[in-house]
């Protein structure tokens, strides 16, 4: 399995970010697919995950704010996390993650993109 992320970048307080991580190799009919962060100084943070069934669980800080949706149209699926009202508290380097069970367990990580809120 192999995940791409793109879409990082910086944008002032309020601004909005769309994220995208491409996972190939991702053929299980169960499967988890998620997005995580990392501020400096602090421990990573799940931001939220969907499994195949379409179970979205977003952590509280991004509720409201953000909205995942996974695109099955190829042979390869793409988690998009769309980041609305950012503040500077969402300054991390957010990773993609996924496994090929029910979000019990994270087995690939994308190599992670930075995102930056300037207030």
């Known amino acids: 399995v192999r995940l791409v992320e793109s879409g990082g970048g910086s944008v002032q307080t309020g601004g909005s970010l769309t994220l995208s991580c491409v996972a190939s190799g991702l053929t299980n009919s169960d499967y988890c697919m998620g997005w995580f962060r990392q501020s400096r100084g602090k421990k990573p943070e799940g931001v939220v995950t969907v499994d195949s069934d379409g179970n979205t669980v977003y952590a509280d800080s991004a509720k409201g704010r953000f909205t995942a949706s996974v695109d099955n149209a190829d042979a390869n699926k793409t988690l998009i996390l769309r980041m609305n009202n950012l503040g500077p508290q969402d300054t991390a380097l957010y990773a993609c993650?996924?496994?090929?069970?029910?979000?019990?367990?994270?087995?690939?990580w994308g190599q992670g993109t930075q995102v930056t809120v300037s207030s």
């Open positions: 993650g996924a496994g090929t069970g029910m979000c019990d367990s994270i087995d690939y």
